[in-house]
Structures are given as structure tokens and as C-alpha cells.
């Protein structure tokens, strides 16, 4: 059986993904932003190996949060669920692309790494003029570019961890509104899917899924000179340089 962290499953995908996970028989450690809403995901899910708390909108939280993961010991998978999409620009940029990249820093590297994007990925300014440190001009669009930048570097640095991104699709949870057209079950499959799937088209890495099937993508994405540029703002930032020697 398999041991899944999973950012932001108090609710919506990241909390339906974990049920599945821990229905399977899968160990899966919860997140949240609080502890009112820490306590809220453990109702939801009372088997769950245990809820850490952090605000992933704040640097230092997000920093704490790490060490807790790591204190817990190895994982075989991250799903790096959080994101915002009501919000400032600053706090987009926050939680949906510099948290994921503090985390995969500084949380002690899984077997597989599952980063949640969107097709909105697909209008994003995609250009290395637009990856500069204002990060107040960084909106929801870009946000979800940046985390495939962010898989596809880790792919190509860390070769032995399966690295991959995901479109949940526009579905209905809290996020997506009740009228959102996608399958919400198929929302949270993929992701589960690459976690702890043995078939060989989930131990894969450095790709893009939508519903277990690769999807294109903004080409921009495969880039080396914007992923490192990508690298760079975020290290800027949060004063954590990405350990591309780390074993």
C-alpha cells in the first residue's frame, strides 16, 4: 500500500481523492489550511493517517508545514492539490505556484510527485518576460502554467521520480461551481491514478493528463530556459534554492 500527502484536502478534489485513496487501502495524511478546517477534513475522512495544518498563502506556514511532513517520514507520493482561484493576485501566486515549489523543495522526495493545473493553463502569458518578481500581476492562468513548468523541471532534474501534471477538468466543487459541464469523479481519478497506479502509462513523467490520458499542452511549457527562469523567481523569493543534486 502506498503513503499519500495531499495539499488541500479538506474539500473538494483533494478531499475526494483521499477518500478513494484511503477506501483503497491506502495510508493518506491530510492538509489544510486551519484547524477548524483541519478538523473538518478529519470528520470527512476519520481513517486518514493524520490532518497537518499550514496557510500556504504564507511562506514561513508553508516552510513548518514541510518539516511536519518530513518529520512523519518518507511518502511514496505528494499531490500537490491546493489552489485558489477567488483571490488577490498576490495569494494565487502564493498557493497555487510558489507553495508548490517550496514543498517540493523541502519535503524529502517522493517516488511521485502530482502537480493539479487546468486547461485555463492554455491563456497564461507565456513568455519569459512575464516571470518577473511582480508577483501581484500573476493571475490564476499563469499560476497553473507555472506548476507544469514547475513538474516539467523537476522531471528533468530528478529523473527518478515520476513527475507529472494534471487538468482535473472544470467540475463542480466549491471551486468550480454547480454548474461546471465536467465529470466530477473523473476530476480526482487521474491524480489517484498516478499516485499508486503500477500500469505503465501512470509510471511515466514529465506529462500533461487529462482523464488518464495525455493532453496538450502549452508547448512553452517544455522549455528549459522559462523553467529555469521559473526556478529562479521562486528561489528569489522564498530563499530556498531547488536542490536539483538531492537524493
Not at 493553463?121 to 519569459?128: R, V
Not at 516539467?152 to 471551486?175: F, H, I, L
Not at 493532453?215 to 536539483?244: N, T, W
Amino acid at each position: 500500500m502506498a503513503r499519500i500527502f495531499i495539499t488541500g484536502s479538506a474539500d473538494g478534489l483533494g478531499h475526494l481523492a483521499a477518500k478513494l485513496l484511503v477506501d483503497e487501502g491506502h495510508h493518506v495524511v491530510l492538509h489544510a489550511r486551519n484547524a477548524d478546517r483541519a478538523q473538518v477534513a478529519l470528520e470527512k475522512v476519520p481513517t486518514a493517517e493524520k490532518v497537518l495544518i499550514g496557510d500556504l498563502s504564507d511562506i514561513n506556514e508553508t516552510k513548518m508545514l514541510a518539516a511536519e511532513v518530513n518529520a512523519m517520514g518518507s511518502f511514496d507520493a505528494v499531490i500537490h492539490n491546493a489552489g485558489v482561484y477567488r483571490a488577490s493576485d498576490k495569494q494565487i501566486f502564493a498557493v497555487n505556484s510558489l507553495a508548490p515549489y517550496i514543498l517540493t523543495c523541502l519535503i524529502q522526495r517522493p517516488k511521485r510527485l502530482i502537480y493539479l493545473s487546468s486547461s485555463m493553463h492554455l491563456h497564461a502569458d507565456a513568455n519569459q518576460k512575464s516571470l518577473n518578481h511582480h508577483i501581484d500581476s500573476s493571475n490564476y492562468s499563469d499560476s497553473k502554467l507555472h506548476v507544469i513548468l514547475l513538474s516539467m523541471a523537476v522531471a528533468r532534474q530528478w529523473p527518478e521520480v515520476y513527475s507529472n501534471s494534471v487538468d482535473p477538468g472544470w467540475v463542480p466543487t466549491k471551486m468550480g461551481g454547480h454548474g461546471a459541464p465536467d465529470n466530477l469523479e473523473k476530476g480526482f481519478q487521474t491524480q489517484v491514478w498516478l499516485a499508486m497506479s503500477n500500469h505503465d502509462q501512470a509510471k511515466v513523467s514529465g506529462r500533461y493528463f487529462y482523464h488518464q490520458k495525455q493532453k496538450h499542452y502549452l508547448p512553452q511549457a517544455d522549455d528549459v530556459d522559462l523553467q529555469e527562469k521559473f526556478l529562479a523567481m521562486c528561489e528569489k523569493i522564498s530563499g530556498i534554492r531547488f536542490p536539483a543534486d538531492k537524493t
